[in-house]
């Protein structure tokens, strides 16, 4: 059945981008499809337990191309290799690729059909750089807005999550490769990540941080990657009740589990669902033939595991070459495409116009026109252009567009360019660090450790930024005992502290994990950074209009630990207000943050990360080519104190290794409506450069749950697209915990200026569900429940009651 998916997916792919086979022509009756599963079976039934072992745990690839993972195949039978690539924002090589914008960014588009296009770029680039499965989508909900993977991820609602990962499945696997959906589960921030373990109500699993993971296996998921924490005390990736009750037993899944790298923690991993150990083999290597030869492991959760893996791998047409008794002749194995070149090139271009959010735009200052005059352009982003966050999605852009040079094909008027803030730093001098930092930095060989330690003199007291260039290694810097700055693998990790004038403990602590490694340091002084804001509000003194460009540096592995813009950019943003009243922010931020400076600024546009393609996108939405229509997926506080896990440590960021979400049900939106708390920013809320409004709300049962329609106009000057949203109120008939509303539908309209359509948006009757805790079993709304229809979670004009029954 799901090969048969799989070739409808790559036969609507090969019609709409008119693009290059995927498989041979003949592809349709060739051994790549009619391999059976029974043929899977005995092909498992002649591989030695070796064979079998090495398909149950990473290896290293001789031919690497520098993917996070490989498993080596069967030569002996034909079965061959297969390379697991990141990830969720584009193709994560040592090779050029589609950079696309932040999976946020996507889902801020509200558009299903573009998720599958992004998911087809994606495909299609890593089939052509040789690879086999994808270590993406990230579908884990947005719990807190310090985590630091938010911008990898979709969104605080499931049901915009569970629409946007199943169509971006649907077009990475309709052109050949597999998907993983990750991370299973509970997965929602990036603090104590390797060792944290989750305390989840039953009901919140079901009802929001599952359901993505359904629909994603729904629309036919080959791979599932379990998590690093715990969920309830139990590893992610030996969860028994999660992997075989949950996905086997409940939900069908049919795909194989693969662990995060290094999330395994036992070998009988492999009885309680795992069935492959990845980076290495550290318990499903030799431990697991001991353990299978001493009966400790039966032989068949081995031979369970492989031929999931195999399945798989055959859907794919991947053991077109296989037989029990060694490679076919004259086979052929799918053809690899050419990389999506111009056609990712416009579609990451389309998600970043579609994905950014418009927060603010006061007296029309936006879109620029002649009538803004000369504009200062500050900061770096516009001339160093943001691609992506960090970590495992970082792409390296095989084009890239810089907002500045876009802007400067589009002005009228005069346009100066200041950083604002230079934060690439210069060598920390002699006398200021004693010993002084090797003017030719310091190198390691693989695997080596080095510990600089010095004494750091500073006369100004202030912030001072450094960075620490170690793109092969992982490193630590301390001052004084506190960490200022980890990276891992970064070509440049930065961190700022707040030094008073003095002497200062300096300690950077380096380790190769990848390669021999060649580090350098440098810090950027607060003399520096004042003087660098200086000639920016001079240059917005200067101009008719200032456009500033600030951002964060979001990344795996390490939480926010501020809602602020880092490197006190809402000073530099204030000052330029105050010397120019007519300014604009373009934010290229992962998640929420908060926005001191919001009432002095007349407008904010949110890029997110915006992909290589990001700098057109921005200078198009400014100059009004193409009118903003993004909305917001998760809530964006006033501030730290107007969160919903502010005040309780044990909520985030979790005490002694334990995190309760103890808002249960109530996550982001939903939290704010029932603690009547006022968000800076709602859920589901952005603007356009027109005006929409909503009449004629009618809501009918139907047998697949409500059919809802509404009558959208365009009230503006301009075509522009409006997404009305449709939340549900709670259902009288039922005693548990119930979101005061929640999205159950939405849709994505198109208007001329004084056009309206009749628009449809049918709840389907999972939202009309509550899992049930005591039962453990869903039970389905039987009252009176309140219907509510409009732009944002807060501004929802129309309502209607139905009675269900
Ligand atoms: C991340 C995964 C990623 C894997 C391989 C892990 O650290 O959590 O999301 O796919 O590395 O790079």
Request: glycine content about 10%; overall charge negative.
């Given at each position: 059945m799901k090969s048969k998916r799989v070739l409808a997916g790559a036969a609507t792919a090969l019609a709409v981008l008119?693009?290059?086979?995927?498989?041979?022509?003949?592809?349709?009756?060739?051994d790549a499809r009619s391999r059976t599963d029974e043929q899977v079976h005995t092909l498992v039934q002649a591989m030695t337990l070796d064979e079998k072992i090495s398909f149950v745990h990473g290896s290293t690839d001789p031919?690497?191309?520098?993917?996070?993972g490989f498993i080596p195949g069967v030569k002996r039978l034909g079965v061959p290799p297969l390379r697991l690539t990141d990830g969720p924002a584009g193709i994560h090589l040592k090779e050029k690729a589609t950079?696309?914008?932040a999976p946020v960014a996507l889902a801020s588009s509200f558009n299903d059909r573009l998720a599958r296009d992004f998911g087809k770029v994606i495909g299609r680039d890593g089939r052509a750089l040789g690879?086999?499965?994808?270590?993406?989508?990230m579908t884990n909900?947005?719990?807190?807005?310090?985590?630091?993977?938010n911008f990898e991820t979709f969104a605080e609602d499931p049901l915009i999550s569970s629409r946007m990962v199943s169509q971006e499945i649907s077009g990475i696997q309709g052109e050949g490769l597999m998907a993983t959906v990750k991370?299973?589960?509970?997965?929602?921030?990036?603090?104590?990540r390797q060792t944290l373990d989750a305390q989840v109500g039953e009901q919140m699993l079901r009802e929001v941080e599952l359901p993505p993971f359904k629909a994603a296996l729904t629309s036919g998921a080959s791979a599932v990657m379990c998590a690093y924490n715990k969920v309830n005390s139990v590893h992610a990736c030996e969860n028994d009740e999660l992997l075989?009750?949950?996905?086997?037993?409940?939900?069908?899944?049919?795909g194989w589990v693969m662990s995060d790298w290094s999330a395994t923690h036992s070998t009988k991993s492999l009885s309680k669902g795992l069935d492959q150990e990845m980076p290495?083999?550290?318990?499903?290597?030799a431990p697991l033939k001991k353990a299978i030869a001493d009966g400790s492991i039966p032989q068949r959760d081995v031979d369970a595991s492989v031929t999931r893996i195999l399945t798989q791998m055959n859907h794919y047409g991947?053991?077109?070459?296989?037989t029990p008794d060694g490679p076919q002749e004259g086979c052929a194995l799918p053809e690899r495409p050419k990389p999506a070149g111009d056609m990712g090139a416009r579609i990451a271009q389309r998600v970043a116009e579609q994905g950014a959010v418009l927060l603010k735009n006061k007296q029309d200052t936006?879109?620029?026109?002649?009538?803004?005059?000369s504009l200062a352009v500050i900061g770096q982003p516009a001339q160093k252009p943001v691609i992506g966050g960090g970590g495992s999605s970082e792409v390296i852009p095989n084009t890239v567009t810089a907002p500045l040079d876009e802007i400067r094909k589009r002005a009228t008027g005069a346009v100066a360019y200041q950083p604002?803030?230079?934060?690439?730093g210069t060598r920390i001098p002699e006398g200021a660090l004693e010993?002084?930092?090797p003017a030719d930095g310091i190198d390691l060989g693989y695997g080596e450790e080095k510990t600089f330690t010095s004494q750091l003199t500073v006369k100004t007291g202030g912030l001072y930024t450094f960075n620490v260039s170690a793109p092969q290694s992982v490193s630590l810097l301390t001052i004084d005992g506190t960490d200022v700055l980890r990276g891992s693998r970064n070509k440049a990790a930065r961190g700022a502290m707040q030094l008073k004038p003095g002497t200062h403990e300096v300690k950077l602590q380096l380790r190769a994990i990848r390669s021999t490694d060649h580090v350098q340091m440098s810090w950027v002084t607060p003399e520096a950074v004042a003087a660098d804001r200086a000639k920016a509000v001079e240059a917005a003194r200067q101009a008719q209009t200032a456009v500033v460009f600030a951002f964060d540096e979001g990344t795996e592995g390490f939480d926010r630990t501020s809602l602020s813009l880092p490197f006190e950019q809402d000073k530099l943003i204030d000052a330029v207000t105050r010397a120019n009243p007519n300014t604009v922010v373009v934010l290229n931020t992962g998640s929420a943050v908060t926005m001191p400076w919001l009432n002095r600024v007349k407008a904010v546009l949110n890029m997110y990360y915006?992909?290589?393609?990001g700098g057109r996108a921005t200078a198009r939405l400014l100059y009004g080519q193409a009118n903003p229509s993004g909305r917001l997926t998760q809530t964006f506080p006033?501030?730290?104190?107007?969160?919903?896990?502010?005040?309780?440590p044990s909520a985030y960021p979790g005490r002694d290794g334990v995190v309760t979400y103890r808002e249960g049900v109530d996550v982001g939106y939903r939290w704010y409506d029932k603690t009547g708390t006022q968000p800076l920013f709602p859920f589901g809320y952005g603007l356009s450069y027109t005006s929409f409004s909503y009449s004629h709300l009618t809501v009918q049962p139907s047998r697949k749950g409500l059919d809802v329609t509404l009558r959208v106009r365009n009230t503006g000057e301009r075509t522009g697209s409006d997404t009305p949203q449709v939340y549900l109120g709670p259902d009288s008939s039922w005693q548990g915990q119930q979101p005061s509303k929640a999205l159950a539908g939405y849709t994505k309209v198109t208007l001329k200026p004084g056009q309206q359509r009749t628009v449809r948006i049918p709840v389907d009757q999972d939202s009309l569900r509550h899992w049930n805790a005591s039962t453990h079993q869903w039970d389905t709304s039987r009252g009176a429940r309140t219907v509510w229809a409009g732009s944002s979670a807060t501004q929802l004009p129309l309502h209607a009651r139905v009675h269900l029954r």
């Open positions: 008119g693009g290059y086979a995927l498989w041979p022509a003949s592809a349709a009756s060739s031919e690497s191309r520098g993917q996070a950079a696309m914008p690879q086999d499965v994808l270590l993406s989508p909900i947005i719990r807190v807005p310090y985590g630091g993977r991370h299973f589960v509970a997965n929602n921030q990036e603090r104590d075989n009750h949950v996905l086997r037993e409940q939900w069908d899944f049919e290495l083999g550290n318990y499903l290597d991947l053991l077109a070459c296989a936006l879109p620029l026109s002649t009538r803004s005059g604002g803030l230079d934060l690439t010993p002084a930092f915006p992909g290589g393609m006033t501030s730290e104190e107007h969160t919903p896990v502010a005040g309780d």
